[in-house]
Nanobody, 122 residues
Framework: AQLVESGGGSVQAGGSLRLSCVRQ????????MGWCREAEGTEREPVAT?????????TDSVRLVGRFTISQDIPKKTMYQQMDNLKTEDTAMYFC???????????????WGQGTQVTVSS
């Protein structure tokens, strides 16, 4: 596997989770890393991205503003997403992704992890 996610699980509304993604053996370097999510029956939607310098970009969706925070530890080749004040509508499979462009759009990522499930109950 080239991107390996962890940290998903079940949590009650209002709770927090921290997702991790370890980057393994991608060809070359200088990737932007990001998170996308896919709820059952919906299309994959963007969440956030981060470049090697730490610049971040989040989806325009106001639903996520202030609740999700992307970060990284470059020596560990690990990216994180802190998710606070989780809502039932955040329930989805969360995917780690990597690409050359600084973009949150799923179509701009070239590599994908297998996903980690996040389930938020009321």
């Amino acid at each position: 596997a080239q991107l390996v996610e962890s940290g998903g699980g079940s949590v009650q509304a209002g709770g927090s989770l921290r997702l991790s993604c370890v980057r393994q053996a991608l060809p070359g370097s200088d990737y932007c890393m990001g998170w996308c999510r896919e709820a059952e029956g919906t299309e994959r939607e963007p969440v956030a991205t981060i470049d090697r310098k730490g610049a971040t970009s989040y989806t325009d969706s106001v639903r996520l503003v202030g609740r999700f925070t992307i970060s990284q530890d470059i020596p560990k080749k690990t990216m994180y997403q802190q998710m606070d004040n989780l809502k039932t509508e955040d329930t989805a499979m969360y995917f780690c992704a990597a690409g050359r462009d600084f973009s949150v759009r799923p179509e701009d990522f070239a590599y994908w992890g297998q996903g980690t499930q996040v389930t938020v109950s009321s």
